[in-house]
């Protein structure tokens, strides 16, 4: 199993930005960023496919939020932009190695997590 590292969580503002980082041992097929907030399930924000660039967000995020990976592709960035008190959690780093890179499928390689608090 590859080792995924996340660092950029802190808290913010209302309105602020904040851009989460996950340094990956290897390069799988997908990679995404999934979050949890207190007392709630976890779900998914935004996954790429590391091959072909695809991108894929949840509706709650689109046009806010935007996933990227640097150039070697091990390196996966969370770029959150007009941040909102509901975007509050501890925001998860993951990847798969085949199949659909959607936020709804499962992977099988996480990370130990980020904390982000949005708040005034």
């Known amino acids: 199993e590859g080792q995924l590292v996340e660092s950029g969580g802190g808290v913010v503002q209302p309105g602020g930005s904040l851009r989460l980082s996950c340094a990956a041992s290897?390069?799988?097929?997908?990679m995404g960023w999934f979050r949890q907030a207190p007392e709630k399930e976890r779900e998914g924000v935004a996954a790429?496919?590391?091959?072909?660039?695809?991108?894929y967000y949840a509706d709650f995020v689109r046009g806010r939020f935007t996933i990227s990976l640097d150039s070697a592709k091990t390196t996966l960035y969370l770029q959150m932009n007009n941040l909102k008190p509901e975007d509050t959690g501890v925001y998860y780093c993951?990847?798969?190695?085949?199949?659909?890179?959607?936020?709804?499928?499962?992977?099988?390689?996480w990370g130990q997590g980020t904390q982000v608090t949005v708040s005034s």
């Open positions: 993951a990847a798969k190695s085949s199949g659909s890179c959607s936020t709804s499928a499962v992977f099988h390689d």
């Open positions: 290897r390069t799988l097929r997908c």
């Open positions: 790429i496919n590391t091959g072909g660039g695809s991108t």
